[in-house]
């Protein structure tokens, strides 16, 4: 009886965590990037967030640093599709702060 309920409750669990990751990751496929704006993905592997950067963010040299590091740890041909950047939410505030 003790195993069935086992059973049952991993079953669950992992129903849950298949649910979760296929409506976030149609959610995030499905959202749209509007005109003058491109998606950037930032965080850790498993908890990467997505945000949208204005387009005229490419041309200023703080950014630009944070492309040379991207392109150095992952280049740019991901099999996900989506530009990651090496560094977490907190430095990636910062250095977009600092461009406003």
Same mark, same amino acid.
């Given at each position: 009886?003790?195993?069935? #309920?086992?059973?049952?409750?991993? %079953?669950?669990?992992?129903? #849950?965590?298949?649910?979760?990751?296929?409506?976030?990751?149609?959610?995030?496929?499905?959202?749209?990037?509007? %005109?003058?704006?491109? *998606?950037?993905?930032?965080?850790?592997?498993?908890?990467? %967030?997505?945000?949208?950067?204005?387009?005229?963010?490419?041309?200023?040299?703080?950014?630009? *640093?944070?492309?040379?590091?991207?392109?150095?740890? @992952?280049?740019?041909?991901?099999?996900?599709?989506?530009?990651?950047?090496?560094?977490?939410?907190?430095? @990636? @505030?910062?250095?977009?702060?600092?461009?406003?």
């Amino acid at each position: 009886m003790a195993f069935l #309920r086992s059973f049952f409750a991993t %079953k669950q669990i992992i129903r #849950r965590s298949f649910t979760t990751e296929s409506s976030s990751s149609s959610s995030s496929t499905s959202t749209s990037t509007p %005109k003058g704006f491109f *998606a950037v993905y930032v965080g850790e592997n498993l908890k990467k %967030k997505r945000y949208l950067v204005p387009v005229y963010y490419l041309s200023k040299p703080s950014f630009q *640093a944070l492309l040379r590091k991207a392109e150095e740890e @992952f280049g740019f041909d991901h099999p996900t599709g989506g530009l990651s950047l090496p560094c977490d939410e907190a430095f @990636f @505030f910062t250095v977009t702060s600092q461009i406003r």
